[in-house]
């Protein structure tokens, strides 16, 4: 199993930056090397829950065209963790971000993980 923890949510003004973080933490040591995309979804008031940013083991980045140039995701395949850099935040921007990670099986089974979420509020 993975254990996936966020941190760095929190409320900005319109225009600001702020940054998410996300480290994986797994039952059993082996699983570090099964895991395959993480990234970050959130999920706005009376929406569902929607991509925002993935980057594969291999370091490709997908990103969501409505923050395509404000944000910026990473990851280190050492430390299991996974980055999002925000900036120029928008109010449309206000959600519960999670995190998400795919956990590799055998047979290509893929199973995902997700994170408790963190709140973003961007609001003036």
């Known amino acids: 199993q993975i254990q996936l923890a966020e941190s760095g949510g929190g409320l900005v003004q319109p225009g600001e930056s702020l940054t998410l973080s996300c480290a994986a933490s797994?039952?059993?040591?082996?699983?570090?090397?099964?895991?395959?995309?993480m990234g970050w979804y959130r999920q706005g008031p009376g929406t569902q829950r929607e991509l925002v940013a993935v980057v594969a083991k291999d370091g490709a980045t997908t990103y969501a065209d409505s923050v395509k140039g404000r944000f910026t995701v990473s990851r280190d395949n050492a430390k299991s963790t996974v980055v999002l850099q925000m900036s120029g935040l928008k109010a449309e921007d206000t959600g519960v971000y999670f995190c998400?990670?795919?956990?590799?099986?055998?047979?290509?089974?893929?199973?995902?993980?997700w994170g408790q979420g963190t709140q973003v509020t961007v609001s003036s």
């Open positions: 998400g990670a795919e956990h590799r099986l055998p047979g290509g089974i893929i199973k995902p993980y």
């Open positions: 797994f039952t059993r040591s082996s699983s570090r090397f099964m895991v395959g995309n």
